[in-house]
């Protein structure tokens, strides 16, 4: 599989942080360092701050998306956004499937499923989050969930669709906590999803899916991550809220 026929993309998720203001500040800081970049760069950020993203991103090579959206076009849904809203918005990107929304929310692998249907049908790209809990990967069934969790999630999805979806493992005991997958570990499973994705639709669509590793990517160890061969880029928490952190990790991933 050649790395050389895909993009690299690096994205920060917000999760629950900033308001609009702090939103403004913190792009007008990372503009400037990220202006050479030579990956895609996005920024997710709650729906409250995307049009404060949007304004501040404008003109710039920092693309806007959205931590989550419903699966229904509208309806009485409290407290709920759909994809179109997003789509109406101009946000372009949006990250389905994140484990705190599993973990937390109650997303399963099944409204993860008509989540990233209704993105793609509302024509945003997905970012689409997969990974074990510890005590999988302590059973040694790591790829088991994950190739479930994506098997489920592209039912229905075209080949052609799949151009807008970008795949994001991130081991969820590596989430937040500090401990990084090795780069050996991270490889092993992005290599597993792009194997799934060539059983499911062959090897020229297997050649061209973004699938990036998220969990404690920082700036100190983006670069040993990004160079493996199935890591196309990172998904970003905690080192996104830094403009010098995020920044490293998009230099890290130009080179
Ligand atoms: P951290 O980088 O803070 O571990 O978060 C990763 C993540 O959940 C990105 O979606």
Not at 20 to 48: F, G, M, R, S, W
Not at 153 to 171: C, H, K, M, R
Not at 209 to 227: D, F, I, R
Request: proline share 2%; net charge neutral; charged share 20%.
């Amino acid at each position: 599989m050649d790395k050389q026929l895909r993009k690299v993309v690096i994205a920060g998720n917000w999760k629950m942080n900033k308001t609009p203001a702090q939103t403004t500040a913190l792009i007008n800081e990372i503009k400037p360092l990220v202006k050479d970049a030579k990956c895609d760069v996005v920024v997710c950020v709650p729906y409250i701050d995307l049009f404060a993203a949007l304004e501040a991103t404008k003109g710039t090579n920092i693309k806007v998306g959205a931590e989550n959206c419903h699966w229904a076009k509208s309806g009485a849904f409290t407290g709920e956004i759909s994809a179109d809203m997003l789509k109406a918005c101009g946000v372009p990107y949006v990250v389905i499937g994140h484990s705190e929304r599993r973990t937390y929310f109650g997303d399963t692998d099944v409204t993860v499923r008509d989540r990233t249907r209704a993105a793609l049908d509302a024509g945003l790209t997905v970012i689409l989050c997969v990974g074990e809990y510890l005590e999988q990967r302590q059973q040694n069934i790591t790829m088991e969930v994950v190739r479930q969790q994506v098997k489920i999630a592209l039912n229905g999805v075209s080949e052609q669709e799949l151009d807008n979806i970008i795949i994001a493992y991130e081991p969820v005991w590596a989430i937040g906590t500090g401990l990084t997958a090795t780069a050996q570990q991270a490889n092993e499973v992005n290599k597993g999803i792009r194997d799934l994705i060539c059983e499911l639709y062959g090897k020229t669509a297997a050649d061209k899916t973004v699938v990036q590793y998220g969990g404690s990517m920082n700036a100190a160890n983006a670069q040993e991550l990004l160079k493996q061969p199935d890591v196309d880029g990172g998904l970003i928490g905690g080192a996104s809220l830094k403009a010098a952190d995020f920044a490293a990790i998009v230099a890290a991933a130009s080179k």
